[in-house]
T-cell receptor, first 112, second 116 residues
């Protein structure tokens, strides 16, 4: 289930199930989006990116969906594994700039 | 190809001391970005540097904080007279190209600063 509070929202999924992590971005001018995975004590690791001229992009076990109408981004992880446990951040980049604007993050917990 | 390197990984300072955080970008990357992350929060942009130039320091506090990226050697984020509120993880990222404004930034492992 999902919980929101003073701490990061947490998504708990059973190993082998699919995970969907959502992100709402703030600026209509953003034209590049990246999902990062951050494991405890480590730096953000690039997972997948998508540009605004696309609605969907697939990688290995991951898919990113972009809905520009409602400014929404999602990351789908197929057959979630224990190694997927981490905090996931979306980042939006506004056209013509280099500043990444990070979302607050979602903690994914994979239950054995 | 080594990734972005940061050192030290952990740094403990007493209030009033100076903290120096170092970042070596990926080979072939000439653009460096520093971010700060508080516990349970996302990363916040601090400063963007190219070799010998500060391009944008709008996210960096005006006092006590400075950054440089010399012609030779790593980029340095310097915090003078640290206070407890400076305790955070500081991440460096690098990218290879500024011709396109949307080049992917690759992050280092971070330096966790604790101010006692």
């Amino acid at each position: 289930g999902e919980s929101v509070g003073l701490h990061l929202p947490t998504l708990s999924v059973q190993e082998g199930d699919n995970s969907i992590i959502n992100c709402a971005y703030s600026n209509s001018a953003s034209d590049y989006f990246i999902w990062y995975k951050q494991e405890s004590g480590k730096g953000p690791q690039f997972i997948i990116d998508i540009r605004s001229n696309m609605d969907k992009r697939q990688g290995q076990r991951v898919t990113v969906l972009l809905n520009k109408t409602v400014k929404h981004l999602s990351l789908q992880i197929a057959a979630t594994q224990p190694g997927d446990s981490a905090v996931y951040f979306c980042a939006e980049i506004i056209s013509g700039t280099y500043k990444y604007i990070f979302g607050t993050g979602t903690r994914l917990k994979v239950l054995a | 190809n080594a990734g972005v390197m940061q050192n030290p990984r952990h740094l403990v300072r007493r209030r009033g001391q100076e903290a120096r955080l170092r970042c070596s970008p990926m080979k072939g990357h000439s653009h460096v970005y520093w971010y700060r992350q508080l516990p349970e929060e996302g990363l916040k942009f601090m400063v963007y540097l190219q070799k010998e130039n500060i391009i944008d320091e709008s996210g960096m506090p005006k006092e006590r904080f400075s950054a440089e990226f010399p012609k030779e050697g790593p980029s340095i984020l310097r915090i003078q007279q640290v206070v407890r509120g400076d305790s955070a993880a500081y991440f460096c990222a690098s990218s290879p190209d500024r011709v396109r404004s949307t080049d992917t930034q690759y992050f280092g492992p971070g330096t966790r600063l604790t101010v006692l």
